[in-house]
């Protein structure tokens, strides 16, 4: 019963790490992406 509780807590841990990797991933490109555009947008501008 305590290792099933401790396998599922470490399994839960894997995909938080891991969840959280690609969200950071998918978040700085996408701040990456609105820089870029934001930044073509002011030389269009300027």
């Known amino acids: 019963m305590v290792e099933n509780i401790a396998a599922n807590r470490h399994r839960l841990t894997t995909l938080s790490v891991v969840w959280f990797g690609i969200f950071l991933r998918t978040g700085q490109w996408e701040i990456?992406?609105?820089?870029?555009s934001t930044a073509k947008t002011f030389q269009l501008i300027g």
């Open 32 to 36: 990456s992406t609105y820089r870029s």
